[in-house]
């Protein structure tokens, strides 16, 4: 097989997207603080704040990991022509794992607070806390190593990776375990929600 012949400027396809992304966000905040109170954005807790960070890292992370599971199907069926097109996404894909996992462990610390929704389940719905809760955050902590892992691939083997079918192989598949993880500990994440917040 002929090795893929390698653009000078093959980084600018990622620029494109960065900005789109960027200016996407600016528009979303800029409406969003324009039409609502801030408390209304928020919601009334005193961990509001948290929340709303972790949802929206969660919430963008589910763009980024359903558009990376996209990303590693075309790559295992040989239809990326350029790796430069999956390192910018894989790099945000990780950088999204590790915020939503940050805000989501600073949320648990209110979670567990006396009177809070940890105390609630575990006098009446203790199946709820165990399988709901701790099985989620111990599912979303595997999105991490898995998202790096895969941008680590992507930034180091480059072409490589469009030449070997095992690294092609391992990198979908560590894209496709990215969003499996994350979707479960979105679900889950979101039923707790529901169910009693914060």
Aim: no cysteine; net charge positive.
């Amino acid at each position: 097989m002929p090795e893929p012949k390698r653009m000078e400027n093959e980084g600018d396809t990622a620029r494109p997207l960065g900005w789109m992304v960027g200016m996407l966000a600016v528009v979303g905040l800029i409406v969003s603080l324009g039409t609502a109170p801030l408390s209304g954005l928020l919601g009334e807790s005193r961990y509001a704040l948290e929340g709303a960070l972790h949802g929206v890292s969660a919430g963008l992370f589910m763009v980024t990991a359903t558009i990376g599971l996209f990303q590693g199907y075309r790559l295992l069926a040989g239809n990326i022509q350029r790796v430069a097109q999956l390192e910018f996404g894989a790099a945000v894909n990780a950088f999204l794992a590790f915020l939503t996992i940050l805000f989501g462990n600073r949320i648990y610390i209110f979670y567990q607070a006396k009177g809070a929704p940890r105390t609630y389940f575990l006098e009446n719905m203790p199946e709820i806390h165990k399988i709901f809760f701790e099985f989620k955050e111990f599912m979303a902590l595997f999105t991490l190593p898995l998202a790096v892992t895969a941008a680590y691939l992507f930034w180091v083997y480059r072409d490589q990776i469009l030449r070997s079918r095992p690294l092609r192989t391992v990198s979908a598949i560590l894209l496709a375990l990215t969003f499996f993880y994350f979707l479960v500990a979105f679900v889950l994440g979101a039923a707790i929600t529901k169910l009693r917040s914060i």
